[in-house]
């Protein structure tokens, strides 16, 4: 029971402003208890030593008065947690049932996942009551080597204690779309989201209930467990959960102050902010990041001050080097002088058919493609794919991440499997740490990932080639994909799988899409049974064979309905923005 026996703080007033009565002392109130080197009973300080429900007590210093309650809060009262704990930061280091808690840093007597470093937005410090994993309610792993974890006893704060949150948002998520409130039902497939009411056809812990403050409504599509996107349980059997990736970003770019004539050689404006609105760093520093355009070096481009410029004539525009160590570069707050703007007018949606999709690479088969990656979260989950353009360097998706400045400790890359969960002793995986990620250009989806050191080429890892800038590929090149995740009943879920598609030009592929595909995009369609990518294969590689070798010609992207007969499959087209993906290696 928590009433104070075990408290040994320094309180020596009662509830009432009485000043306690020394514990050696017998005036003005003779008592019974004699102090010990073991039982605390040190100076006048409050104490329980016969086990008072109240709490600690003490005899008082008022002949009137013989005892009182000295109203110190229990730890469980003064700790509270608000929504299901996440943030909860105090030091309660005990379960419900009294069981002490093991310590975060040791994996004795319970091994486990939460290894500190690699948590380090989630304190888990000593051994502290936490819930790095969006359960409930804080919990710990226990010392008892019977029991492996249980709860805590943490009573809900109340209205008043309730901290800042974040703005919700309807139409667009933010981040990891937590704050998210839209009414989206469907995964990026269009596979129907399970009501979270429901445990058929799948069971899970998120009931409502249990989680108010996450707006677990309906079969809405959200985000209670800190996921990368939002997500939801879906309807299908043998498809347990899926992203809802069709939910768009709300946009973080500012809004562009100036514009520019062709690819901004000829800029003299004096917008020094990038896209994302970090401050440009001078032209003439070398902090953080050495300039390799200078005032000097180029005096045909104008460097002054911090101003946007363009010195070797990059097709993306005027960028500049940042204050942000790290990010070396970026593209500035401007746009086209000639671009026109379609914002509030002229748009219309295909209506495209969601009732046939299937999931992910369908139609494939186990293959070897030693460039494909696996980007695994801090529980080591495989979540995107990439494809592996340099020995240190990964062109990914930006919608695998929640922005371009998401902590990376405990995200790694691996390579050399085709097993979707390998054994760790299996001979030629490579696991490597992420250290740092660049994003694209504005509208390129692109995301490049710098290891934390250089992969080892073998057979099982390689490079795959980048294109010639700009270069379109022939209508009729066949072309693979590859991916890890279900395949629907077409082939093995647990290995990496590869299929064959063919290469259209855009001008066939928009008969389909109404003129929506651009030139930064490119498509295919299946060469027999229905064949495409989706959860989980985002960020992989759609690579063709061109002169005796596989090139990276376009990459998986989300937001498409996936393996669909008689539709084609629309990917970013990587020869557009490979001066890109040079630029950033070569400044990275």
């Given at each position: 029971m928590d009433n104070g026996v075990?408290?040994?703080?320094?309180?020596?007033?009662?509830?009432?402003?009485?000043?306690?009565?020394?514990?050696?002392?017998?005036?003005?109130?003779?008592?019974?208890?004699?102090?010990?080197?073991?039982?605390?009973?040190?100076?006048?300080?409050?104490?329980?030593?016969?086990?008072?429900?109240?709490g600690p007590w003490c005899y008082t210093t008022h002949p009137?008065?013989?005892?009182?309650?000295?109203?110190?809060?229990?730890?469980?009262?003064?700790?509270?947690?608000?929504?299901?704990?996440?943030d909860y930061r105090g030091s309660v280091d005990r379960?419900?049932?009294?069981?002490?808690?093991q310590r975060w840093d040791l994996q004795h007597p319970h091994p486990h996942p939460f290894e500190p470093g690699k948590f380090l937005d989630k304190d888990l410090d000593d051994n502290y009551c936490r819930n790095p994993d969006s359960s409930e309610r804080p919990w710990c792993y226990t010392t008892d080597p019977q029991v492996e974890r249980e709860f805590c006893d943490l009573p809900s704060c109340g209205p008043e204690a309730q901290p800042h949150q974040e703005a919700t948002t309807l139409n667009c998520f933010r981040g990891k779309g937590e704050s998210y409130r839209g009414t989206a039902n469907t995964t990026a497939a269009g596979v129907p989201c399970q009501r979270w009411d429901s445990q058929n056809p799948h069971k899970h812990r998120f009931a409502p209930e249990k989680y108010p403050c996450k707006d677990l409504r309906e079969n809405f599509c959200r985000n209670p467990d800190g996921s990368e996107a939002p997500?939801?349980?879906?309807?299908?059997p043998g498809m347990r959960v899926a992203f809802c990736y069709q939910i768009r970003r709300c946009t973080d770019n500012v809004r562009p102050e100036d514009c520019y004539y062709g690819t901004g050689e000829q800029y003299r404006g004096s917008v020094s902010k990038t896209r994302k609105g970090v401050s440009c760093q001078r032209w003439s520093?070398?902090?953080?990041?050495?300039?390799?355009?200078?005032?000097?070096?180029?005096?045909?481009?104008?460097?002054?001050?911090?101003?946007?410029?363009?010195?070797?004539?990059?097709?993306?525009?005027?960028?500049?080097?940042?204050?942000?160590?790290?990010?070396?570069?970026?593209?500035?707050?401007?746009?086209?002088?000639?671009?026109?703007?379609?914002?509030?007018?002229?748009?219309?949606?295909?209506?495209?058919?969601?009732?046939?999709?299937?999931?992910?690479?369908?139609?494939?088969?186990?293959?070897?493609?030693?460039?494909?990656?696996?980007?695994?979260?801090?529980?080591?989950?495989?979540?995107?794919?990439?494809?592996?353009?340099?020995?240190?360097?990964?062109?990914?998706?930006?919608?695998?991440?929640?922005?371009?400045?998401?902590?990376?400790?405990?995200?790694?890359?691996?390579?050399g499997?085709?097993?979707?969960?390998?054994?760790?002793?299996?001979?030629?995986?490579?696991?490597?740490?992420?250290?740092?990620?660049?994003?694209?250009?504005?509208?390129?989806?692109?995301?490049?990932?710098?290891?934390?050191?250089?992969?080892?080429?073998?057979?099982?890892?390689?490079?795959?080639?980048?294109p010639p800038e700009r270069y379109v590929v022939p209508p009729g090149t066949k072309c693979e994909i590859?991916?890890?995740?279900?395949?629907?009943?077409?082939?093995?879920?647990?290995?990496?799988?590869v299929a064959s598609l063919n290469v259209i030009s855009n001008q066939d592929c928009n008969v389909k899409y109404r003129g929506r595909v651009q030139e930064r995009e490119m498509c295919t369609k299946d060469l027999l049974a229905p064949v495409g990518a989706c959860e989980g294969d985002y960020g992989g590689p759609l690579a063709c064979f061109t002169h005796d070798c596989w090139v990276l010609e376009g990459m998986i992207i989300p937001a498409r309905v996936c393996a669909r007969p008689?539709?084609?499959?629309?990917?970013?087209?990587?020869?557009?923005?490979?001066?890109?993906?040079?630029?950033?290696?070569?400044?990275?």
């Open positions: 075990e408290y040994r703080g320094t309180v020596a007033i009662t509830m009432g402003g009485l000043t306690c009565q020394h514990w050696s002392h017998r005036v003005p109130n003779d008592h019974k208890y004699t102090p010990t080197l073991h039982n605390g009973l040190e100076e006048n300080f409050c104490r329980n030593p016969d086990g008072d429900p109240r009137a008065v013989r005892f009182q309650s000295c109203g110190i809060k229990s730890c469980r009262e003064a700790a509270c947690i608000w929504c299901n704990g996440e379960t419900e049932s009294g069981r002490e808690c997500w939801c349980f879906t309807t299908r520093a070398e902090t953080p990041h050495k300039s390799q355009f200078t005032p000097t070096s180029a005096p045909h481009a104008h460097l002054e001050e911090n101003f946007c410029r363009n010195p070797d004539g990059d097709s993306h525009g005027p960028w500049c080097y940042t204050t942000d160590p790290r990010t070396p570069f970026d593209y500035c707050a401007l746009r086209r002088c000639d671009q026109v703007l379609f914002e509030k007018c002229g748009k219309r949606d295909p209506r495209l058919d969601q009732r046939v999709s299937k999931l992910r690479v369908v139609g494939g088969q186990p293959g070897n493609s030693p460039w494909t990656v696996s980007l695994r979260n801090r529980q080591g989950q495989h979540f995107c794919g990439g494809s592996l353009v340099k020995e240190q360097w990964v062109l990914t998706a930006q919608q695998c991440f929640p922005s371009c400045h998401v902590p990376l400790l405990g995200y790694e890359v691996w390579l499997t085709m097993f979707q969960s390998p054994k760790p002793t299996e001979p030629g995986l490579q696991r490597v740490p992420i250290a740092k990620m660049v994003c694209g250009p504005p509208d390129s989806q692109f995301l490049l990932l710098k290891l934390e050191r250089p992969v080892t080429l073998n057979q099982r890892v390689a490079l795959i080639c980048l590859a991916g890890w995740g279900e395949t629907k009943g077409t082939g093995n879920n647990s290995v990496l799988n008689r539709w084609p499959a629309v990917f970013m087209r990587v020869s557009v923005f490979v001066d890109w993906i040079h630029k950033a290696i070569r400044l990275g």
